[in-house]
């Protein structure tokens, strides 16, 4: 793609590929193939450096930083030509080796170009703030594009299982196979996208960008009178909104991320014969359900019971017959009680928001958080045996009665 069809990506264009101008000057670079190397560092692990002289098995090189270093033959390793900087795909490479990888990875990271491919993989590197290249223009310029037509992006990915899904064409990558016996099948196959990586990777975030490019480009159109009548959204709105439910519930700040989810899922889209949107269902597990009643020291409880306090809805308040201080609630008040990169009262309303629009009922949502605040009121109760016998009771709590 060249300046001009890049255009199509608006202001996101230079956090996806870089320009022609850039490319020309890369290619023109001073490089010498057989000095030009990578060495080991205590610091930053691998740093550029041009080799002096070999002798013995080891080699003298001058770092990039102006440092002269002595090390083993064997732990020098080719830098690739200037014209590799920043590749899009690092299947490419000249050589392909760790300090290869990573210097890559920096250099594209450094100019804020998060997205990556490796072979048949995409790699993502959370930026840690907010960028221009989810929009609905963005979406538009992916949408029917071959993997090779277009910079790497998780809607790329997204689009190209799309497609195979209804023409049952292969995405082409680089040195595999078209199919899974080395040509085109033309057989529509059910897709999977795994999203796989540490805490605080960007899984959550990126997974959100999947189904927003499937609810874009599959979307059903404009609700029915019914639907409008009952005041839910569209079913491309429904997936979207089930993630602030299932986060309000089920995501936590952790020592690591914000924004964890401490619990695991497996979404299933449904298209029908012409690629709209059918239905969705989601399957959790493994929630950290101890994550209720304790928390470490740096760490926080689920988001809803501080959505819930944030006096946001004071109405909920009064129903639930709690107060705004989380600090009065045992189960709550172990760890950090506020989030900097949080406003507990904006995501009460999307999470509340997101309960409408999924179609639940006043009575449904009232249900769900009289059960949150029941759960803040029983973790104020204090037992004590009973004389004689195997059994508990009250400890004179005069809040016990209010979990009934």
Known sequence: MVDAEMAAFGAAAPYLRKSEKERLEAQTRPFDLKKDVFVPDDKEEFVKATILSREGGKVTAETEHGKTVTVKEDQVLQQNPPKFDRIEDMAMLTFLHEPAVLYNLKER???????TYSGLFCVTINPYKWLPVYNAEVVAAYRGKKRSEAPPHIFSISDNAYQYMLTGDRPQVKGFPEGPTGGNTHDRENQSILITGESG?????????????????AAIGDRSKKEQATGKGTLEDQIIEANPALEAFGNAKTVRNDNSSRFGKF????????????????????LE???????????????????????????????????????DYAFISQGETTVASIDDAEELMATDNAFDVLGFTSEEKNSMYKLTGAIMHFGNMKFKLKQREEQAEPDGTEGGGLEC
Request: hydrophobic residues 45%; charged residues 20%.
């Open 289 to 327: 359900k101890s994550r209720v009643i304790f928390q470490l020291k740096a760490e926080r409880d689920y988001h809803i019971f501080y959505q819930i306090l944030s006096n946001k809805k004071p109405e909920l308040l009064d129903m639930l017959l709690i107060t705004n201080n989380p600090y």
């Open 201 to 217: 990777a960007g899984k959550t975030v990126n997974t959100k960008r999947v189904i927003q490019y499937f609810a874009v480009i």
């Open 267 to 286: 979404i299933r889209i449904h298209f029908g014969a012409t690629g709209k949107l059918a239905s969705a269902d989601i399957e959790t597990y493994l």
């Open 109 to 115: 990271y450094a100019s804020w170009m998060i997205y």
